[in-house]
């Protein structure tokens, strides 16, 4: 039997992504990136991201639509991000697919951006079947949930200050790296040795919880210092070695889940698993310990259209669809 075809509509942030999903096939995925918008303010401005999805949103949908060679009446559903995300932002593509869905009277769902990272490895990986502890990192979150079932989750832990793609953001930001901060800390640590300085890996004596604003403040203090002294060292291994700081954790605060559920898959989801650094130390960490691991290739970690049309389906299945008088909830938790 053929599986549901559902647009899926992502602006909970800075990309304007569409997406054509039918089960695992991704007919069509595009996306507006306002990098360049945003940029010159050294992060995210709410008020121009929101404006910039009002411009982008209506091309990305046709474009989408047109790639997969899909006329609209022909969709099953429209999904969209409801939360958690910028309210302005996230109320462009809630309410454009909400109007679309009305028009074409076929079911609207709003998804959770979290569920829709959770969802993502599903569209590579058919075999990613709970049970699962999956590392969702990104801009705004950092949490270890154990996925007991599709749509039972318990969150093991979670950041107590920063998220780790703020950490990135915002460090890459002190070097002077530019925006966003995670890509150019993976890019400019090529080469580098993590080794040469370290920096504090902090909440050691919790299992689960993570905190990134220490990290922040001893690299500035470590830079203030070594540029007194002229001491600094080479770039790439100053940023070899917050990369690894902000990696070790993530990997062994994953593994402490694995070990204490005794569940034997892991996968991972958000922008910051796109990190190179990260992907190959999760997959080292999984080899040893014979455990399997599904992480998304890079372009489906970031925020994209495909992986709210994947969680989408899978709540249109449970006949989950979404009252037209419900709105975007900015600050959503996964599970409520
Ligand atoms: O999931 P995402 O695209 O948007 C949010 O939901 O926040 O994640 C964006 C975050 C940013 O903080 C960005 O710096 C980080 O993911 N990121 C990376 C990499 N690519 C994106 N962090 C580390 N290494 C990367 N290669
Ligand atoms: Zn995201």
Redesign the pocket.
């Known amino acids: 039997m053929s599986r549901p075809l559902i647009l899926g509509i992502e602006t909970?942030?800075d990309?304007t992504g569409v997406a054509v999903v039918s089960g695992n096939e991704i007919l069509a995925t595009v996306l507006s990136s306002q990098v360049d918008e945003h940029s010159r303010f050294g992060g995210v401005v709410p008020e121009v991201a929101a404006r910039a999805h009002v411009e982008a949103i209506r091309p990305m949908v046709h474009m989408a639509l047109r790639q997969a060679g899909v006329h609209s009446d022909q969709l099953d559903a429209v999904a969209a991000t409801r939360g958690p995300?910028l309210v302005g932002a996230l109320m462009v593509g809630y309410s454009f697919a909400k109007a679309m869905a009305w028009t074409l009277d076929t079911p609207f769902v709003g998804v959770d951006?979290m569920e829709g990272?959770l969802f993502a490895p599903r569209l590579e990986h058919t075999e990613f079947e709970p049970p699962a502890i999956v590392l969702l990192?990104?801009?705004?979150?950092s949490q270890i949930v154990h996925v007991r079932n599709w749509g039972e989750y318990e969150i093991l832990g979670a950041t107590i200050d920063d998220?780790?793609?703020?950490a990135?953001?915002k460090i890459?930001r002190f070097m002077g790296l530019g925006f966003?901060?995670?890509?150019a800390?993976?890019k400019a640590a090529d080469g580098g040795d993590p080794d040469i300085v370290r920096f504090p890996r902090a909440l050691r004596d919790q299992p689960y919880n993570f905190s990134f604003s220490g990290l922040k403040t001893s690299v500035i203090t470590y830079l203030e210092k070594a540029k007194a002294s002229n001491s600094v060292p080479p770039l790439p291994d100053v940023a070899a070695a917050v990369?690894e700081a902000i990696v070790d954790v993530l990997v062994a605060k994953t593994f402490n889940a694995t070990t204490a559920t005794g569940v034997n898959r892991v996968a991972g989801?958000?922008?910051?698993l796109?990190?190179?650094r990260?992907r190959s130390k999760l997959q080292a960490e999984a080899d040893k310990r014979g455990v399997a691991l599904h992480l998304p290739s890079?372009a489906l970690?970031?925020?994209n259209g495909a992986m709210i049309a994947a969680a989408g389906e899978f709540r249109l299945e449970r006949g989950e669809t979404t009252p037209w008088g419900l709105d975007v909830s900015s600050s959503l938790r996964l599970g409520s």
């Open positions: 909970s942030c990309e995300g951006h990272h990192a990104s801009g705004g979150h998220a780790a793609g703020e990135f953001d890459a966003p901060g995670g890509p800390i993976d990369q989801g958000g922008g910051v796109a990190n190179r990260l890079p970690c970031t925020d």
